[in-house]
């Protein structure tokens, strides 16, 4: 795989996402360039020395020249063009994104013909602020960096994908576009909910609740600071899978209702939560070491090692 | 007021609020000394030279004999006991408290034929740790410390307590004991539960979903960490409050599943979830400079400066 190793990479969209990789990767020692719709974005990027413009076409038949691998960075509504798009001047390079959700970007890549050169991906990092101003070098430090296992996918991509993640300073965990979508549901299109809910609750007390507020409803109601199209745009698009973890999550809250007001306690919610808590504060990571990609059910074995909280943090 | 200045105070209870309560008054030039149940929490601060006794009586005795402010520092579950020795061997002591919930202190505190000297008061810091060795001088530093109006409240006692709380580096914020819990219930214990519920929906994802979880899912569950009987004491004293905003959670959260189901959007949620965090983030204190303690209906209008966002920085 030397012949990939820092291969150019071509960034869609240059947001806090896009935006920092740009920069990790550069620090990486990629050759990086982009493409941003905004043309603010592009004046800031180049303001920075990052060679990003506003015309896509330009960036994807640059990348179509140098074999780039193509990293699609923006919010899922606007995924689809992007697609067409690289269907049209791109068809062959590899592909990954760092979209919040991946079945419908699997399903998309697949609908435009280009799922056989596309890994997913989704680094988890992130902050409420957004744009080019907001991008930092070292998001992806320590970070983990999903990265798609699902049937058919390519050894060869899957391994550029990874490296660049790793060369981001961020560990791999392998998962399916499924169980991804799942897990997220949980971990973090939740959280946001939740967050929304709960700054709407601490609102309707007025000046006196908010002056009152300290540190549980400041970290709790953190991620309601994003902008709403883009909280729209990360929870949306995985509406089954968070409709389950929602329809659960009112099972637990009403039974915690009914145990608090008929017999005054929340003795159970809690024992759980701070179980669920104490799980998350202990969880290991141990390193997959045993899976090369290309090897014998190398795909189903990295899934499991996944879903077993397994990471890679380096390649063969 | 001059003679109230710095005089002693006696504070029952060594945990974290109480503990970093001897601290802060320590350094703010105080004369303090204090009660713990636990013979570990008394060692723990008598080897920091921490005045900390387990001998209740002898501690409200040299409190009775010094005219001490006497403040209950131990969760909600405790506070009986300590009324009923103060009632014995300190009843002409002023008295207040840094409970989470004020209804039941004061309806305690009643009960004890305490009431006349009692001020309420809470201050709005914590950690999710626990016990004298998460102390810290400088815990109130730019908090907020809620300090009763209820009717009734005695100019003279009520500065005390305010003078304490300023002189522990925080602002003072005048509430009833109605509207605290109320406050409370939104801004506390509301974050508490949600928490706790989003922990168990993490762990419910097993090592997959906690290892890809990041900052939501960390700040969102913060608090569950916290030792599961602290949080019971907490929340439940404050049942009926919390019930209330608790079934507006869930009307919320319902509304937003069915409208995720049936429309595929969370807008109305989002939009309103984040005006409310940006009314958090404005909310500006003012300055409560032209009501003094024992003026003509200062406790009404001590409560409605409160109501509407105002602080005291001072006193007069």
Redesign the interface.
Known sequence: MTSDQKAPVCVLGAGLIGGSLLRAAADAGYRVWGYNRSESGVLAAMADGFDVTDDLQTALTRAAEADALIVIAVPMPAVDHLLGAIATFAAECALTDVVSVKGPVLAAAHAHGLSRRYVGGHP????SESGWSATDSGLFRD??W?VGVDPGTHARTWTRVARLALDCGAVV?P?TAE??D???A???H???????????????????????????????????????DL??AI??PN?DA??T??????T???A??DN??EQ????D?????????????T?E?WEITDIRPGDHEWLERMRDA????G?CTALA
Not at 124 to 127: I, R
Not at 196 to 216: K, M, R, V, W
Not at 245 to 250: F, R
């Open positions: 988890m990092a992130g902050t970070a983990v999903a965990v998962v169980d991804h799942h897990a997220v949980r971990i973090s939740l959280p946001h909910v939740l967050a929304e809910a709960l700054a709407i609750a601490g609102a309707g007390g007025g000046p006196l609740a908010l002056g009152l507020a300290a540190g549980s409803f400041r970290d709790g109601t953190r991620v309601a600071a994003t902008a709403p909280v729209r929870c949306e509406r968070l409709l973890v929602l329809d659960d999550m009112l637990v809250l009403g915690a209702r608090l007001r005054g306690s929340l003795v919610l809690i024992a759980a939560g701070h179980d669920g808590r104490m799980a998350y504060e969880a990571r996944g879903r077993r909280g990471v």
